[in-house]
């Protein structure tokens, strides 16, 4: 099955602590985006990639880092320097095909920070 | 200025009407806009992608540009009331593969 996924689907943790969020797919993509989603809110870009080994900010990258290693695999790491980290973290994956770039998200990871 | 706007909503139609979802955005050169549809609790699916003046139907959506005006809208006829979700508006502005969305518009198709 081609895909996105993202594990945890539920993820707890007490302030402070750092916690990393898994972003894989096998749709052969170039480009990777991670989102954030706040209740009754639209979808917020933190970070995305393009080509591996390169990433850029988006809109709200404090307190958020992430690597690219390979091109099936775009993690976020939630840092203790995020005031609000509590929300739901979506990832997406993207391909340009002759100007078409469609972006495709995974099922999401809710985090709760105590 | 919001950069993409969408009414928030609530929308309710009864069951079997036309359902119509309106978005302006704020730059003039973004060339592409995608419609979203989100189920509670769930990701985004994407449902329609435009990038031509004029309409794009596709089963019941329909999905209209009109980039004079900065204005892109969905329609969803027969509405259904497995319709019944919030429906995002993405565009990318001016910048070739970044989204930018709007806060969605809650639609209830009511039985």
């Known amino acids: 099955d081609g895909g996105i996924t993202q594990s945890p689907k539920y993820l707890f943790r007490k302030e402070g602590q750092n916690v990393t969020l898994s972003c894989e797919q096998n749709?052969?993509?170039?480009?990777m985006y991670w989102y954030r989603q706040d209740p009754g809110q639209g979808l917020r870009l933190i970070y995305y990639?393009?080509?591996?080994?390169?990433?850029q900010k988006g809109d709200i990258a404090e307190g958020y880092s992430v690597s690219r290693e390979k091109k099936e695999s775009f993690p976020l790491t939630v840092t203790s320097a995020q005031k609000n980290p509590t929300a739901f973290y979506l990832c997406?994956?993207?391909?340009?095909?002759?100007?078409?770039?469609?972006?495709?998200f995974g099922p999401g990871t809710r985090l709760t920070v105590t | 200025q919001k950069e993409v706007e969408q009414n928030s909503g609530p929308l309710s139609v009864p069951e079997g009407a036309i359902a119509s979802l309106n978005c302006t955005y704020s730059?003039?050169?973004?060339?592409?806009f995608f419609w979203y549809r989100q189920y509670s609790g769930k990701s985004p699916e994407l449902i329609m992608s435009i990038y031509s003046n004029g309409d794009k139907e596709d089963g019941r959506f329909t999905a209209q540009l009109n980039k004079a005006s900065q204005y892109v809208s969905l329609l969803i006829r027969d509405s259904q009331p497995s319709d019944s979700a919030t429906y995002l508006c993405a565009v990318n502005l001016g910048s070739a593969r970044q989204l930018t969305f709007g806060s969605g518009t809650q639609l209830t198709v009511l039985p």
């Open positions: 990639s393009q080509i591996v080994n390169d990433f």
């Open positions: 997406a994956s993207s391909i340009d095909l002759a100007g078409l770039d469609e972006q495709y």
């Open positions: 749709l052969n993509h170039d480009a």
């Open positions: 730059d003039r050169v973004s060339q592409s």
